[in-house]
């Protein structure tokens, strides 16, 4: 095994954990974890994030807060308009289930 080959040598053993961690998500329970490793880069926080679906989720939106801040750079008013979507449940609801745009291929 050397630096050239040790993530084949990790993806073709597969080494896996199972355990169980405290909720602290929601602060009830127990979330039971099962991670299997393929590469050096599996071990990453982010990648540990990704195999955890409620994880997951939180790590998506944090993406996707963040691509709102770097389009939001310089747009006077902006933030004014997402802190009353925020503010108003009912038009929150409404963006939150309006069809999304079609992306341009």
Do not use: C, W
Not at 66 to 74: K, S, V
Not at 79 to 89: F, G, L, N, R, V
Request: hydrophobic share 45%; net charge negative; no cysteine.
């Amino acid at each position: 095994i050397d630096v050239d080959n040790f993530d084949s040598r990790l993806k073709a053993m597969q080494p896996r954990v199972a355990f169980h961690v405290p909720n602290e998500l929601t602060g009830e329970g127990n979330l039971s974890l099962d991670l299997t490793f393929e590469s050096m880069d599996d071990f990453s926080p982010a990648a540990v994030a990704r195999k955890v679906d409620s994880l997951n989720k939180l790590l998506e939106a944090r993406t996707q807060l963040a691509n709102l801040l770097t389009y939001m750079d310089g747009k006077t008013g902006a933030e004014e308009i997402i802190m009353k979507a925020i503010k108003d449940p009912a038009l929150l609801q409404a963006l939150a289930s309006a069809p999304k745009p079609a992306q341009d291929q």
